[in-house]
């Protein structure tokens, strides 16, 4: 039995999909009808996300692509413009951007390491819901936020990312109580690990990561970790009609990480 959705006329906003989770919930997305923007930092791989995105679509729409930075304010101001102008509504948004930071409280450059990942996990999170509302509020739109299921378990050396994950969670109730009497949904997706180049802020090798993931995958009851798809088909879950009864839900797309109570240092 397949799932298939439909998001025919809508328009979905996925920040951080340039690679990895985001990319594969704006592929989804669009083979499910839907106008999407793409939006990372680096062009190249914007493009190449877009390309594929309106190869997969059924109506050969185009993918809108839109090079920004996340800590940005004017960038993230930029990008929610650009949606509008072109698209003229927004739907979906989708609070993918993220970034690992591995660093003991005792190393001399937490403190920056710290306002980095809140800046990129946390804050691009709340302004750019703060500045969506408006647009939200007239399709009854929906919220979800990409957190992790260490904003629910603690995991050594790994502090700030955690706490953003927390907070990120607590902000997505919030939110949904907040926001509901505008009917807008608001839920998290709380992955376990998944396959993605998260890698490349965090202070391992990519060969210590695959060590790390296959000692993971022993551990997890379903016998792997997870595949961005994993991921974006629990986004697309929260983004339909079939989860309208769904709000400040903590959606947690684990492998059965916290049932095993596997951790991961």
Same mark, same amino acid.
């Given at each position: 039995m397949s799932t298939t959705y439909d998001f025919t006329g $809508? *328009?979905?906003?996925? +920040?951080?999909?340039? %690679? &990895?989770?985001? =990319?594969? +919930? =704006?592929?989804?997305l669009a083979k499910s009808g839907a106008n999407v923007v793409i939006t990372g930092r680096i062009a190249e791989n914007v493009d190449k996300i877009?390309?594929?995105c309106t190869e997969v679509s059924p109506k050969?729409?185009?993918? @809108?692509? *839109? *090079? =920004?930075? !996340?800590t940005k304010e004017e960038d993230l101001d930029r990008l929610l413009d650009t949606t509008i102008k072109t698209f003229g509504k927004l739907d979906i948004l989708v609070n993918n951007a993220g970034m690992g930071s591995r660093a003991p409280i005792t190393d001399a450059d937490y403190i920056p390491k @710290?306002?980095?990942?809140?800046? +990129?996990?946390? /804050? %691009? !999170?709340? #302004? @750019?819901?703060?500045? %969506?509302?408006? #647009?939200?509020e007239k399709t009854k739109g929906n919220i979800i936020n990409i957190s992790s299921i260490v904003g629910i378990q603690s995991s050594k050396d790994v502090s700030a990312y955690c706490m953003s994950k927390a907070a990120l969670d607590m902000f997505t109730k919030c939110m949904a109580v907040e926001l509901g009497p505008k009917r807008i949904r608001v839920n998290s997706v /709380?992955? &376990?690990?998944?396959? +993605? /180049?998260?890698? $490349? /802020? !965090?202070?391992l090798s990519a060969e210590q990561f695959k060590v790390i993931r296959e000692n993971i995958s022993?551990? #997890?009851? !379903?016998?792997?970790? &997870?595949?961005g798809q994993d991921i974006a088909n629990a986004v697309a879950y929260l983004a339909g009609d079939h989860a309208s009864f769904l709000t400040g839900t903590i959606l947690v797309a684990d492998g059965g990480h916290l049932a095993a109570n596997v951790n991961l240092h």
């Open positions: $809508r *328009v979905a906003l996925i +920040t951080g999909s340039s %690679s &990895g989770i985001g =990319a594969a +919930t =704006a592929l989804l877009c390309k594929e050969g729409l185009k993918a @809108l692509p *839109v *090079v =920004a930075d !996340v @710290l306002k980095a990942v809140f800046d +990129t996990n946390l /804050n %691009s !999170v709340i #302004y @750019l819901t703060h500045k %969506s509302i408006q #647009y939200l /709380n992955p &376990g690990s998944v396959r +993605t /180049n998260i890698i $490349r /802020n !965090v202070a022993g551990k #997890y009851p !379903v016998g792997r970790v &997870g595949e």
